[in-house]
């Protein structure tokens, strides 16, 4: 099936199954806004769960805060939110579209990327055994060529992106004339000129318009743990090395909402500060990589779909910058950001309110402001990449097709489905039963409508990884058929037994446990 087939599945079996909705649908929705469903909500709690389970529990050294979404404004002139937290956009006259016009230049360094890959895989195929990848990227004409121009181009972006005095609005522009990018829509070259526009939402605070102050949404979780470095730090009685993890909404008010939950205008962020001393920070840039690498992995997913991308382009206040990738439907696509802030937003803080934002040291008397390593990773999008990673449509023997989402069962909305055989005889009274005995361990869900064949499809549909039948049988011993999801197996197991089966499998532990 084509990527972009899967991806337009996934968005609709979101739909259907309960787990992603557009907001306000009954009035047509709200531009880049989605509400999570009874299953949604589930599986986005598991994954809030693995995240703060892996940071906070099994990190003796990091503690987690729930700062609130309104701050001083103040904070966010000392971020550099207030003055840089800005997009280059530019409008497509025909079409009246705006886009984000550093995309645009992204999207075609893509394009000579993605030719010079074509190349590659068609010598490949054309050669077989006897080829030699990297002789023939070297030599090949046609590589060499696109080569040529995707360096040029992000040479040019380089230096438009870092031009003296921000970003060099009119020189983006000449980049997309000159590249004869046209609007996806109109197709035309018809292009505005390229603007700022910030992205941060801002609203009123206090009764009165007089002695109302101007309040913003917060963009990040991250500016809530810095003006709260100190309180940590001191009733926590913290030593350095040590973090700051926490889980929350932010807001943007993104120009180019696409790709359903991948850039939304509410979303939810996990990030962890972790505080350092100077001069140690590239080491412990290298080893939250890793450990933030293995996280991921560890749901099984397979490695070759993730991928580190380091930034060339840093912020003015970092020193190191990566994101990590994964292949989504539409290309690999950044997760998670992991970022060497150095001491700037403390330092900030400090200036901008006046406090001594430091830490003492006890073990070398001295005192400093420590620097950061930052971990930031969307909930939505970690949702959408384990969602459309799970979905799987499958040929059965005879023909039939069956939907399911191979989530890792740790993830599952729902852990295990009791189903009565039939409804007479005592069978719901039964299933009933086993429900209330091990719906205090996890998420269990009782269905007795349509036929079995039914009602595993459509647990199989939300991921659902063990199932129950009920049949006149266990009235008479206690046992019950279990059904695995992904292998179909069913087996006859004791009602005793399903407890110690199920939990071990079904547990965010268990998940932990793959990490290296
Ligand atoms: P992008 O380049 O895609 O705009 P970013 O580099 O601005 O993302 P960060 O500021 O580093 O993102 O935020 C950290 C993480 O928060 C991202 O890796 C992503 O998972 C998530 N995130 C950021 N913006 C959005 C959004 N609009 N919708 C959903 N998730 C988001």
Redesign the pocket.
């Known amino acids: 099936m084509a990527q972009e087939d899967v991806f337009k599945k996934v968005v609709s079996h979101c739909k259907e199954y309960g787990f992603v909705f557009p907001s306000s649908e009954i009035y047509d929705g709200l531009g880049a806004v989605y509400d999570y469903g009874q299953n949604g909500v589930e599986l986005k709690n598991n994954i809030k769960n693995y995240w703060w389970q892996y940071m906070v529990r099994l990190h003796d050294n990091i503690v987690g805060i729930d700062s609130a979404i309104f701050m001083h404004p103040t904070i966010w002139k000392a971020s550099g939110h207030v003055d840089a937290f800005n997009d280059p956009l530019i409008d497509n006259r025909d079409s009246k579209k705006r886009y984000r016009a550093d995309v645009l230049i992204e999207e075609q360094i893509a394009k000579y990327e993605e030719k010079i890959e074509k190349e590659v895989a068609k010598a490949k195929k054309r050669f077989g055994d006897s080829f030699d990848e990297e002789k023939f990227r070297s030599t090949s004409e046609r590589v060499i060529e696109e080569k040529a121009k995707r360096d040029a181009l992000e040479k040019r972006y380089q230096e438009v992106m870092n031009a003296e005095g921000g970003i060099d609005l009119e020189g983006m522009k000449q980049i997309i004339l000159d590249e004869g990018i046209v609007c996806p829509i109109s197709g035309t070259r018809n292009w505005t000129d390229v603007r700022q526009f910030n992205l941060m939402f801002k609203t009123e605070m206090g009764a009165s318009a007089d002695g109302a102050s101007t309040v913003y949404l917060r963009p ?1 979780t991250a500016q809530g743990i810095f003006v709260n470095y100190l309180n940590v730090q001191k009733t926590g009685r913290m030593k350095v090395p040590f973090g700051i993890a926490q889980i929350g909404k ?1 807001f ?1 008010n ?1 120009i180019v ?1 696409r790709q359903f ?5 509410e ?1 939810e ?1 996990m990030e962890m500060q972790f505080f350092v001393k100077p001069g140690t920070e590239l080491q412990w840039f290298e080893e939250w990589k890793k450990r933030r690498m293995a996280w991921h992995q560890a749901l099984g997913f397979g490695a070759e779909n993730y991928r580190f991308h380091d930034h060339d382009k840093l912020a003015h206040y970092a020193n190191a910058a990566t ?1 990590v990738e994964f292949k989504m439907p539409f290309g690999f696509k ?4 992991i ?1 060497s802030r150095t001491d700037f937003d403390l330092s900030q803080h400090a200036k901008f309110s006046g406090k001594k934002i430091e830490y003492f040291d006890p073990e070398d008397n001295t005192s400093y402001t420590p620097y950061v390593i930052e971990t ?3 909930v ?3 949702f959408l990449s384990v969602i459309c990673h799970s979905y799987c449509e499958e040929k059965l023997e005879g023909g039939e097709t069956r939907v399911v989402l191979r989530l890792p069962a740790a993830l599952a909305p729902v852990k295990l489905a009791v189903f009565p055989l039939t409804k007479k005889d005592g069978l719901p009274e039964k299933a009933q039963e086993i429900i209330n005995s091990l719906k205090f361990h996890f998420n269990c869900k009782y269905e007795e409508k349509d036929q079995i064949g039914k009602r595993y499809r459509r647990q199989d549909a939300i991921g659902t990884p063990f199932c129950v039948t009920v049949d006149n049988q266990t009235l008479e011993d206690n046992t019950v058929t279990l059904r695995y999801r992904d292998t179909m197996e069913q087996k006859r197991v004791a009602i005793a037994d399903l407890q110690g089966i199920i939990e071990e499998k079904v547990s965010i532990p268990y998940l932990l446990k793959n990490l290296k």
């Open positions: 990040e932010a943007r993104e909402a939950i991948f850039r939304m205008r979303f962020q994101d950044e997760v998670e950001g970022h930031s990773i969307g939505d999008r970690m």
